[in-house]
């Protein structure tokens, strides 16, 4: 099961939107409204932004959304802060014997 | 609201096995599964398995298939990870967390993390 695509890396500036893509297959994110977006700072443990394509956890900002179109899902971020700076990974269930793949990973940051 | 406390690093050397533990608290064990993933240095996230704290059912990523076992004793509201055949690119970060979703998905709590690192 090979990882799912993701920009090495994306930047903006301070309160600029940006939007991050996570390519996969038929078989994984276009095929299932399973897909996951996480927020890793440095020597952290990742935080759950969205899942289910476009749900927030409670206590996660509204600046924060997701979306997908056949085999691409996509993460905004609007209003975009110095805190915002991070990596990024989704991740998708799968219809491999691997239940869920994850992404290659974004990094963003904030100019 | 919940958190996962995970024991702490762990040198170990190739060939041997690592069990690492992931306890529980402030939330219903038994309700959700845990889930373990690994980050190798530098490097992205990688799923291992996830197991149901109730009955202990797991699925592993064929990857890791015949080299690892998750467990869980509700009792002490704990899960643990064993790796065995241990090898050097085995060296990572190892992350519990809570399973949740409409399909058991998306992991909402985690674990600190533990450093396992293999070398001889």
């Known amino acids: 099961q090979s990882a799912l695509t993701q920009p090495a890396s994306v930047s903006g500036s301070p309160g600029q939107s940006i939007t991050i893509s996570c390519t996969g297959t038929?078989?994984?994110?276009?095929?299932?409204?399973?897909v996951s977006w996480y927020q890793q700072h440095p020597g952290k443990a990742p935080k759950l932004m969205i899942y289910?394509?476009?749900n927030r956890p409670s206590g996660v900002s509204n600046r924060f959304s997701g979306s997908k179109s056949g085999n691409t899902a996509s993460l905004t971020i609007s209003g975009l802060q110095a805190e915002d700076e991070a990596d990024y990974y989704c991740s998708s269930y799968t219809r491999s014997t691997t239940l869920i793949v994850f992404g290659t990973g974004t990094k963003v940051a904030v100019l | 609201q919940g958190q996962l406390v995970q024991s702490g690093a762990e040198v170990k050397k190739p060939g041997a096995s690592v069990r690492v533990s992931c306890k529980a608290s402030?939330?219903?064990?038994?309700?959700?599964?845990i889930t373990w993933v690994r980050q190798a240095p530098g490097q992205g996230l990688e799923w291992m398995g996830w197991i149901i704290s109730y009955n202990g059912d797991t699925k592993y990523a064929q990857k890791f298939q015949g080299r690892v076992t998750m467990t869980t004793d509700t009792s002490t509201r704990t899960a643990y990870m064993e790796l065995r055949s241990l090898r050097s690119d085995d060296t990572a970060v190892y992350f519990c967390?809570?399973?949740?979703?409409?399909?058991?998905?998306?992991?909402?709590?985690w674990g600190q993390g533990t450093m396992v690192a293999v070398s001889s």
């Open positions: 038929s078989s994984d994110v276009g095929g299932y409204n399973y």
């Open positions: 402030g939330y219903s064990f038994s309700s959700y599964g």
């Open positions: 289910d394509v476009s």
């Open positions: 967390a809570r399973v949740v979703g409409r399909n058991d998905d998306a992991f909402d709590i």
